[in-house]
């Protein structure tokens, strides 16, 4: 049986997401549910494909994502199944599925929804049903009619040269470390060998990148490269989230010299 996966800006302190999986085991027992987060700040598809770009290549082949963040969207935002690298994501084209992936998916089919009425809860009442039909095996192509492409999100970036590239932070986790869409290889491609400054806040700037945490004494902020390639500022063994004011979408600047 496949796994399925479930990501959501649902959290924990209701009874939401406990009503998605008692859906889908009430009709396949079997299946095997793994929680990714649901602690997606609400509504935020950019931090949710974020989390997914860097969780979905350790599933094994077959395994079928729900995604269910900013699900409560408009009544003609369409509900797809998305195959990419041999796996499945179930959502809405709201956005995140674009985000998520730098390429085209090999296919993408949009669910026909007759049999559905309109619900507040997405997640249970039409995302969940997907994931049983394909936990069934049902061809996820019978289920619906085939689009050649995703709605997509465009986010408003500032001016970049060779010498000023920005960053915005995508992600913080439970530590409080700052995490943002910038990728060691772009950094170092533009970098080109030289001298860098990064500003994250007025008058606070970072001068060098580490290799660990431990690399700076305790309370110290440090910048590194995290474990999925991408640049983040931290404190160690603090929290830099509260510590230094920063917030999701808030913008780094690098500068070469």
Do not use: W
């Not at 859906?23 to 949710?48: S, W």
């Not at 350790?58 to 369409?78: G, M, Y």
């Not at 026909?112 to 394909?134: E, I, R």
């Amino acid at each position: 049986m496949p796994i399925v996966t479930l990501t959501s800006d649902l959290g924990f302190k209701d009874y939401y997401v406990a009503i998605v999986k008692g859906k889908i085991l009430t009709q396949v027992p079997t299946a095997q549910l793994v929680d990714i987060t649901h602690e997606i700040t609400p509504f935020n598809i950019q931090e949710a494909a974020f989390v997914l770009k860097n969780t979905f290549s350790h599933f094994p082949e077959k395994t079928i994502h729900l995604v269910s963040v900013h699900a409560e969207t408009r009544t003609d935002t369409k509900i797809v199944v998305v195959q990419h690298a041999n796996q499945y994501f179930v959502g809405m084209d709201n956005g995140l599925f674009a985000l998520m992936l730098d390429d085209l998916p090999h296919k993408i089919v949009e669910i026909l929804q007759v049999n559905y009425s309109p619900t507040t809860f997405t997640a249970k009442d039409k995302l969940s049903n997907v994931v049983v039909d394909l936990l069934l095996g049902k061809n996820f192509q019978s289920l619906g009619v085939s689009l050649s492409t995703l709605e997509t999100k465009t986010y408003l970036r500032p001016p970049e040269n060779n010498f000023i590239i920005r960053a915005n932070i995508v992600y913080i986790d439970r530590y409080g470390n700052l995490i943002t869409n910038m990728s060691k290889s772009r950094f170092e491609k533009i970098r080109a060998g030289r001298d860098f400054i990064i500003n994250y806040k007025r008058n606070e700037e970072l001068r060098e990148i580490s290799t660990t945490y431990n690399d700076v004494p305790e309370g110290e902020r440090v910048c590194l490269f995290n474990s999925s390639g991408n640049l983040e500022i931290a404190i160690n063994k603090g929290n830099a989230n509260q510590l230094l004011g920063l917030h999701l979408d808030h913008t780094i600047q690098i500068e070469f010299e």
